[in-house]
């Protein structure tokens, strides 16, 4: 490489697929949304169905109010702080609860685990509406 | 215990001196924030300083001036999706970006790193203004 100096890896973008595949690969990811117009990021279990991101929450009547119908985010990553290599993808899109019973009884039978025991049953679709995502390294 | 049916460990709330001992204990945390009115999350390498969260960031102008003098939120967690353990920690306060030159000396002897290489060396600051955080199990 003619480029000069060795900088190790670089951050590339990545393309969609890419992200999609990797997003796949990981069982936690995080939802960022606002709270009383506060950011507010929140682990959770996750599983992609078609374009539909599905997690689930039992918690309380004002994060359900904060996310219906609002614009959130869907983070993933898998990142090696030492060795510094890994990758981040990022989803934003439109969070409604799911309640047509059909759409509920196929999603209750994919493998989708909250990270912690919740005490309600509330499932959440976030629309994959723009993906992105970067790249250290080879990701492939 | 009397309450009823064993339902594995329950998610607890935390107190502040735990959060900030767990969230010292990890490498790469993810910020929260709008851009554009649009939620993003982030993740950086980052290191607790007193009252203060530092990472670095030498991405986009629209970045910067997103995170200047903005509430912003920063998470940290560690789960096992398997297990079903583990923490999240979430702090909220305001961004600002470093300039003062002593306070910029001191901050890059800490061991602060990104854990993606970035071509700039803008260095920023959460202020730890709001901290809470979630625990399963024996996050002691």
Do not use: N, Y
């Not at 480029?3 to 690969?25: F, N, Q, S, Y």
């Not at 983070?75 to 969070?95: F, K, Y």
């Not at 309600?120 to 080879?138: C, F, P, Q, W, Y």
């Amino acid at each position: 490489v003619a480029a000069g100096i060795a900088k190790g890896p670089t951050l590339t973008p990545l393309d969609e697929a890419t992200c999609r595949r990797l997003m796949a690969t990981a069982a936690i990811g995080r939802v960022g949304l606002s709270i009383d117009a506060l950011p507010v990021v929140l682990p959770v279990g996750f599983v992609v169905d078609g374009d539909r991101v599905l997690f689930r929450t039992g918690e309380g009547l004002k994060l359900r109010q904060a996310l219906e119908g609002a614009v959130v985010c869907f983070q993933v990553d898998d990142v090696d702080p030492i060795r510094h290599t890994g990758w981040s993808v990022l989803v934003t899109g439109h969070a409604r609860a799911l309640r047509d019973p059909d759409d509920l009884a196929r999603v209750r039978r994919l493998p989708l685990r909250p990270w912690a025991p919740v005490d309600g049953d509330h499932h959440v679709a976030i629309t994959i509406e723009l993906v992105s995502g970067r790249g250290l390294g080879d990701v492939a």
